[in-house]
């Protein structure tokens, strides 16, 4: 059978692809900021002078940036794999309908085919049988 609501299709296709640059980026992000916490060690001005930066603080940002996209980048890919989801249960519920009304088209012939036999059967003359002898009827 062929797959419907192709919009939805391509809508989850957008929702993965922006959910793999959301990982993608905040990995980027939390290694720039671990370079920045190691490498960059210049005085911030606050307006109340200048202070140091904190290198453990920098690096749990860092950590913060990872986690943070993380999460959001694979739940944004989940959605998209939710769409996906929902099509394929769409398809696989006119399948087994398609099946289920063919099956009963199917009983529906058999029931009829059986009642004709029996009708058949049950005008033909019958043979006076010998006493001991095995009737199937």
Known sequence: MQLRYRALGTIANVYQIIGAFITIGAVLLAILAVINAIFNRSPIYTGYGYIQPNLIGQLISAAGILIGGGITGIATYAVGEFFHLLRDLELNTREAAACAEETALYTRQSAALLQQLLQRRS?????????????PR
């Open 123 to 135: 005008q033909q003359p019958t043979v006076p049988r010998q006493t001991g002898e095995y009737d």
